[in-house]
């Protein structure tokens, strides 16, 4: 393969925790190679993930009660996806679909599934990650947030799959609480001293958007891959008390929601109570921009913007947990259906990239994407190692305003193995959905025209019995099975 990005070499890193508050993001400068012509021509990538955001909750997106500044303006300064999808209606499938260039009949982690006390079932070790593709291709590389693929110190932690450097929630479970007990910092257990008992004394999002900045700052002079898992606005709905006091009153009528504010499983998952919720949510927004603006602003004050590429999205659609209302801020925009949901609403989400120099500022695409494209993109971008199992489509042709070399996908499909089981493919224009796989015995799948019926809301499968027969082939065809993971080989793959 041509090499786009020519390069020296590169000596990997790895950060000591032994005094991890304070070292994360930071190692001994004198064990990178320092190049700072590599540095020019080798982009950097940061890419962010917002949990459970909707596709209307940015105003870059038509969102129209509250603002978003910062995105909005990554938006004007790059290209805003239309039409971009997530791995998953969940998180840990999601993630795996990004981090594996595999949609969910294929990827390893098809499901949320818990190892107790702490964390989810791991990636195994054999699978090549982007994050080890990166590495590899001599960049350093982090992950900032929520992780949720290998409980701490499985193949699947982190620092196991391509990662020099960890910081945050291990466990999905954990993640839903913003005044945590303690988080990862690499392989230590950082104990929070001040969220002990109720105490509210280190709000998780701002910590690890500190270490965030921190990354940035000590490889500014070295290619690298920042992958920044944000928990927000995911459930619970929780912010300091100098953020909701910007936003009370300004949304009613205010919705209250009881959750466990104390006993054993209190910080152990459950949401806390909200009596405000929906200024809590819209607070919640505000710290994820201007987290978002932080980031571009040390990019230019380190002198690296122009040489930064950054990708802003959602790992699937609204949630309406812990007091979540997205039919109040019309969260999932004009799509049917949220988060746990296969129709657009639970799986189309925001995708905004700026790459200065090579993407058009201020421009929109309707190229048809998801998470699994992310790896072949980036592969082309920095000509790294991509195995043949991925299917992922890479859309740097469209990036670079060269559409006619963009290819597109034969099919999407994905796949979710919880409420009775349900499945979903998109194919051209053409949606088709089942629920309740699992159960019935029936024909059950439904099929809508996306480009008449944006909505989904008039089921024309009866009308179209030769592209139901085309679905039901593409259903087969499409996933692998999973012995984890499994998924009912019964009669629903026949309707």
Known sequence: MTKKFLYLGFLSFFISCAFAC????QQPKDSIAQDSQESLVKPNIIYILADDLGYGDLSAYGQQKF???????????GML?????????????????????????????????????????????NTYTLAEAMKKAGYATGVFGKWGLGYPGSEGDPLNQGFDTFFGYNCQRLGHNYYPRHLWANTDSLVLEENSGTMKGVYAPQLIHEKTLDFIEFNKDNPFFLYVASIIPHAELAAPEEIMNKYRGKFPPEKAYKGVDDGP????????????????????????????????????????????????????????????????????????????????????????????????????????????????????????????????VSFLPTLLGEEKEQKEHEYLYWEFHEKGGRQAIRKGNWKAVKYNVFKSTEDQMELYDLDSDLGEENNIAKDYPEIVAEMKLLFKEARTPSEVFTFDQGTYLEN
């Not at 603002?67 to 300064?77: E, G, V």
């Open 22 to 25: 304070k070292n994360i993001g």
């Open 67 to 77: 603002s978003t500044p910062n995105i909005d303006k990554l938006a004007r300064q």
């Open 81 to 125: 996806f239309t039409e971009h999808y997530s791995g998953s209606t969940v998180c840990a499938p999601s993630r795996s679909a990004l981090l594996t260039g595999m949609h969910t009949g294929h990827t390893f982690v098809r499901g949320n599934k818990e190892i107790q006390p702490e964390g989810q079932y791991p990636i195994p070790d």
């Open 265 to 392: 499983e209190y910080r152990n998952g459950p949401y806390e109570s909200q009596k405000e919720t929906h200024a809590a949510f819209v607070s919640m927004i505000h710290i994820l921009d201007n987290q978002v603006g932080e980031i571009m602003a040390k990019l230019e004050q380190l002198g690296i913007a122009d040489n930064t590429i950054v990708m802003f999205t959602s790992d699937n659609g609204p949630h309406t947990e812990g007091g979540a209302d997205p039919d109040y801020f019309n969260s999932n925009g004009p799509f049917k259906g949220t988060k746990r949901d296969l129709y657009e609403g639970g799986i189309r989400v925001p995708l905004i990239v700026k790459w200065p120099g090579h993407v058009k500022p201020n421009t929109k695409t309707d190229h048809v994407s998801a998470f699994w494209d992310v790896f072949p993109t980036f592969a082309g971008i920095v000509d790294m190692e991509v195995p043949p199992s991925l299917d992922g």
